[in-house]
T-cell receptor, first 116, second 115 residues
């Protein structure tokens, strides 16, 4: 079985400061990991993904995430937050060894608020 | 941007009405999905399809039904809407075959309110 946890429901950060949104996962085999962002009254937008290779993944809008196999984490980061980054962020995982691998499993979401 | 469209974006209807939420994609994706999401909350998979004439129930039980008669079209139907069906419904699709890394492309969502 695959699962993903986002331990923080809410993250507040001042504009210009670095931000981190945490995600940990559990899979039987090797994971594919994803971050999505959702703005109010919109669908989810893909930010970045880890498939294989370099543990530091760069994505859209200046976001990046670091895959840490030993800690089973995939935290989302940005060096300097913008007010426009305020949104709901979802981490997702897919277990490659699950056989059907039918879909992603999403975390519960973290609401990021960047304060001016 | 992904070419996946949902209509209507917003719908307010009375209890007992039949409704259909439309979802279409022009990317040739074989896999399509319906998620239910309460505002600001996590997503729950309610239906998915691997291709034409293939539909499966998701993780969350739902009274809705789906059909997949054409690759590009994956409508969701509620025969008799109730206030408990009030939610946002998100449609998604993904690439076919071995190129599929699980990345999903989402529509903008349909927000349903049942009075």
């Amino acid at each position: 079985a695959q699962s993903v946890a986002q331990p923080e429901d809410q993250v507040n950060v001042a504009e210009g400061n670095p931000l981190t949104v945490k995600c940990t996962y559990s899979v039987s085999g090797n994971p594919y990991l994803f971050w999505y962002v959702q703005y109010p009254n919109r669908g989810l937008q893909f930010l970045l993904k880890y498939i294989t290779g370099d543990n530091l993944v760069k994505g859209s809008y200046g976001f990046e995430a670091e895959f840490n196999k030993s800690q089973t984490s995939f935290h989302l980061k940005k060096p300097s937050a913008l007010v426009s980054d305020s949104a709901l962020y979802f981490c997702a995982v897919r277990d490659l060894s699950s056989g059907s691998a039918r879909q992603l499993t999403f975390g519960s979401g973290t609401q990021l608020t960047v304060l001016p | 941007e992904a070419d996946i469209y949902q209509t209507p974006r917003y719908l307010v209807i009375g209890t007992g009405k039949k409704i259909t939420l439309e979802c279409s994609q022009t990317m040739g994706h074989d896999k399509m999905y319906w998620y239910q999401q309460d505002p600001g909350m996590e997503l729950h998979l309610i239906h998915y399809s691997y291709g034409v004439n293939s539909t499966e129930k998701g993780d969350l039980s739902s009274e809705s039904t789906v059909s997949r008669i054409r690759t590009e079209h994956f409508p969701l139907t509620l025969e008799s809407a109730r206030p408990s069906h009030t939610s946002q419904y998100l449609c998604a699709s993904s690439f076919p075959g071995h190129a599929n890394t699980g990345e999903l492309f989402f529509g903008e969502g349909s927000r349903l309110t049942v009075l």
